[in-house]
Nanobody
Framework: QVQLVESGGGLVQPGGSLQLSCAAS????????MGWYRQASGKEREFVAH???????TYGDSVRGRFTISRDYVKNTVTLQMNSAKVEDTAVYYC????????WGQGTQVTVSS
């Protein structure tokens, strides 16, 4: 089992920045991919970004150029730096661990509003 704990959500103004973090613990093995998805009210869950075990990053079209994902392989954490926030970034953000199985965090709310 892998446990994921997210932190850093909250309220940010349009154009502002926010950082999300996710810490993995338990049976964390090498070769995994960690990333973020989000789900806005009334919409399907959407891919945001992920980073593989060898550092390759992939971003969703709606966040590319504004968000940056990074990992600490020693601490088993993944961080999402959100810059130039838009109202449409408002959603519950979920951390995902993909190894031999998929695991999800409990989600953290991000609200972009003036």
């Amino acid at each position: 089992q892998v446990q994921l704990v997210e932190s850093g959500g909250g309220l940010v103004q349009p154009g502002g920045s926010l950082q999300l973090s996710c810490a993995a613990s338990g049976s964390v093995f090498s070769g995994n991919t960690m990333g973020w998805y989000r789900q806005a009210s009334g919409k399907e869950r959407e891919f945001v970004a992920h980073v593989t075990n060898n550092g390759r990053t992939t971003y969703g079209d709606s966040v590319r150029g504004r968000f940056t994902i990074s990992r600490d392989y020693v601490k088993n954490t993944v961080t999402l730096q959100m810059n130039s926030a838009k109202v449409e970034d408002t959603a519950v953000y979920y951390c995902k661990y993909r190894g031999n199985k998929n695991y999800w965090g409990q989600g953290t709310q991000v609200t972009v509003s003036s």
